[in-house]
């Protein structure tokens, strides 16, 4: 399930890293592909791994277990923890992906959140809907699972346990709310 990846992200990736070729600098238990740009100020809190033709952009904030997938950009100011993102995907400026899995080709603009926690409610326990059945996840960090081609509008925000199937449109401003307080 995917909520059990994001948990266990961290894990997943320090048992890649060694297996990593060539083309990777490993340090620290940061892996990052030669062909990947990294603008100035960011912080790499590992384990990650940032595959070919990757851009990250300054001040970005890279924590606690991070894949990025072949020609992500991950914009200025932006912060990714426990999260996946695939092939093509571009995370704008100003924006927080938070133990999420994010299909290719799917674009956050900016200020856009993938929110991972329920600090306003009492029982925290993420649930989710997949195919009309409410789902315990049995954790209190879970944020996103984001299909291929998804547009998420700038502002938006995906409550945790959001799922989101291929070629959805999120509008600037929007709240997603699959499922209300217990």
């Known amino acids: 399930m995917p909520w059990q990846i994001t948990s266990n992200l961290k894990d997943i990736i320090e048992g890649i890293i060694p297996n990593l070729g060539e083309d990777f600098k490993i340090e620290n238990g940061v892996a990052i592909h030669k062909s990947a740009i ?4 960011i912080t790499l809190k590992g384990p990650i791994i940032i595959m070919d033709n990757c851009r990250i952009s300054v001040n970005a904030y890279l924590r606690e277990g991070v894949f990025l997938d072949s020609s992500v ?5 932006s912060e990714i923890k426990s999260s ?10 100003l924006n927080y992906i938070g133990n999420s899995i994010i299909g290719r080709n799917v674009n956050f603009e900016g200020g856009s959140i993938a929110a991972n ?3 306003e409610r009492f029982n925290k326990k993420i649930r989710v809907i997949f195919k009309n059945e409410i789902i315990d996840t ?4 879970f944020g996103a699972l ?9 502002n938006a925000v ?3 346990g959001t799922i989101l199937e291929r070629g959805s449109i999120v509008k600037r401003l929007e709240l ?6 217990p």
């Open 38 to 41: 990294l603008e100035h100020g």
């Open 73 to 77: 950009k991950i914009g200025p100011s």
């Open 84 to 93: 996946m993102i695939f092939s093509g995907s571009a995370i704008a400026h």
């Open 117 to 119: 926690h329920y600090n």
């Open 138 to 141: 049995g954790t209190e960090k």
């Open 146 to 154: 984001v299909g291929d081609g998804s547009k998420i509008g700038a």
């Open 158 to 160: 995906l409550s945790p």
């Open 176 to 181: 997603i709310e699959q499922l209300k307080e």
